[in-house]
């Protein structure tokens, strides 16, 4: 049975973040948010962008997730029904930073 990309994304930023909330116990990765995952076509890797609420978590908490990989892609394999279980791919979500920093330079213009 194959399913979509998109429907696959879906379940794996689901499956994640619920494993990041509910079994990895850091202090680190008390305010971390999945805000998106991208599969390449043939689905081999799959790229979790996250973000953190605190800047001090930022370089503590991707180390304990680029840690618990193994723990997050098992996750994973137990969620898809695919041939093959993407490779996990960590990085920081910056959109939310460079959006601000848009809203700023507005902001100055408008003054």
């Known amino acids: 049975m194959s399913l979509k990309k998109e ?9 994640v973040a619920k494993t990041i909330t509910t079994e990895l116990n850091d202090p680190a990765l008390k305010f971390v ?4 995952v ?3 076509n043939d689905m081999s890797f799959a790229t979790i962008f996250v973000s953190f609420l605190e800047d ?4 503590k908490g991707l180390e ?6 193994g723990l997050l892609r098992t996750v994973v394999s137990k969620s898809i029904t695919t041939r093959r279980t993407p490779e ?6 910056e959109s939310s930073e460079h959006g601000s920093r848009i809203d700023q330079i ?3 213009i408008n003054e």
Do not use: F, M, P
């Not at 948010?33 to 998106?36: F, I, L």
């Not at 001090?56 to 370089?59: N, S």
């Not at 304990?64 to 990989?69: F, G, P, R």
């Open 88 to 93: 996990i791919l960590i990085k920081l979500d």
């Open 33 to 36: 948010s999945v805000t998106d």
């Open 38 to 40: 991208e599969l390449t």
């Open 64 to 69: 304990v997730l680029e840690k618990s990989k």
């Open 106 to 108: 507005l902001n100055k």
């Open 56 to 59: 001090k978590d930022k370089a």
């Open 7 to 15: 429907r696959v994304e879906s379940i794996i930023q689901r499956q």
